[in-house]
């Protein structure tokens, strides 16, 4: 997009999101850890002040947004409630209706024939 180390600082959250994320689904049905969902937070906070310090025109929320939006958050979201409500609280309906649209294309549990 424009500068070097800004695009780094974005890359580096859009892997901490997903490094994120990967632990929340390996995660057994039920309780979701106190630790995780602290994480959650404090990623989140990071993300909206990457935003309040970008360039004008360059990173915008909705590219924030769209980081969340995987089929495995999709899973997520549907298994913990508490995860759903933070994210529904920091980013609003808009990336809770894209989730929902992921998880309608998406049946996770039964299809183990992914190509990996």
């Known amino acids: 997009m424009g500068d070097p180390k800004v695009d780094a600082r974005f890359d580096a ?5 997903h490094d994120w994320t990967e632990s929340a689904v390996a ?3 039920g309780h979701f850890p106190a630790e995780l ?13 990457f935003l309040d310090e970008a ?12 980081m969340f939006v995987t089929p495995e958050m999709a899973e997520v979201t549907d298994r913990f409630p508490k995860v759903r409500r ?3 609280s920091a ?8 989730l ?14 992914d190509d990996e």
Do not use: F, N
Request: net charge negative; aromatic share 6%; charged share 40%.
């Open 100 to 113: 929902a649209e992921e998880s309608a294309g998406y049946e996770h549990g039964d299809d183990d024939d």
């Open 13 to 17: 959250l859009v892997s901490q999101v």
């Open 86 to 88: 933070l994210l529904e």
């Open 91 to 98: 980013w609003g309906s808009q990336l809770m209706e894209l």
């Open 37 to 49: 969902l602290s994480d959650l937070r404090d990623l989140i906070e990071e993300l909206k002040a």
């Open 27 to 29: 995660l057994d049905e």
């Open 55 to 66: 360039e004008p025109g360059t990173y915008k929320r909705g590219d924030v947004i769209e």
